[in-house]
């Protein structure tokens, strides 16, 4: 999975360090999904030239990730392809594997009836989609990414607030997953 054009968003405010969180957290919230434990991950980050800070700040972020999903980074591929990338963007995606013993894979459609309640989980904000939207209504308005927050946020920056990481549901939900009372989980991302 990748972070999609919220990495264009993290380019533009040069803001890298939530960024790699965005990544474990698409790939690790849709194995939860499945009703699995997030076991690893492996990460790939693709350059034109490679900015060995910039990289540092967002392998950084992908293993504290790693830490709060609660699986290992075993790695990842890092390629410069110049020419495929102007200096200062690059891409993300990432991989991870997960266990679930078969009998409690989710979804579990032979349970699900009428009457069953369905519960909601607060997210951090926008998640990892949708930013092709926000960046369109953010160039049609009178607005920047340097542009003064709105909501709760007034010290932060449009760009900033934006950039909150995706939220890793690992600790709150997996817990839950396993008490066998669970029969469907949706990770709801795309528009």
């Known amino acids: 999975d990748g972070v999609g054009t919220k990495l264009k968003i993290a380019q533009l405010c040069n803001k890298h360090n939530a960024i790699g969180q965005d990544l474990v957290a698409m790939c690790v919230n849709d194995i ?10 492996l990460d790939y980050f693709a350059c034109g030239k490679l900015d060995v800070r910039m990289a540092q700040t967002i392998i950084a972020g992908i293993a504290e990730a790693c830490k709060l999903a609660g699986c290992a980074l075993l ?6 392809m110049p020419g495929m990338y102007p200096p200062g963007e690059y891409d993300l995606g990432g991989f991870a594997v997960g266990a679930v013993e078969r009998g409690q894979m989710l979804p579990q459609l032979d349970k699900i009836t009428d009457g069953d309640v369905v519960l909601g989980i607060a997210s951090s904000g926008i998640h990892s989609n949708g930013f092709s939207l926000v960046r369109k209504i953010v160039e049609r308005s009178s607005l920047d990414f340097s542009s003064p927050s709105v909501g709760d946020c007034p010290e932060q920056t449009l760009g900033e607030q934006l950039l ?15 008490s066998g009372d669970v029969k469907a989980y949706a990770h709801i991302t795309g528009g």
């Open 75 to 80: 790695g990842g591929e890092t390629a410069e």
């Open 32 to 41: 939860l999904a499945q009703g699995a434990e997030p076991l690893f991950f």
């Open 164 to 178: 909150t990481p995706t939220k890793i549901y690992s600790k709150i939900l997996l817990p839950v997953l396993r």
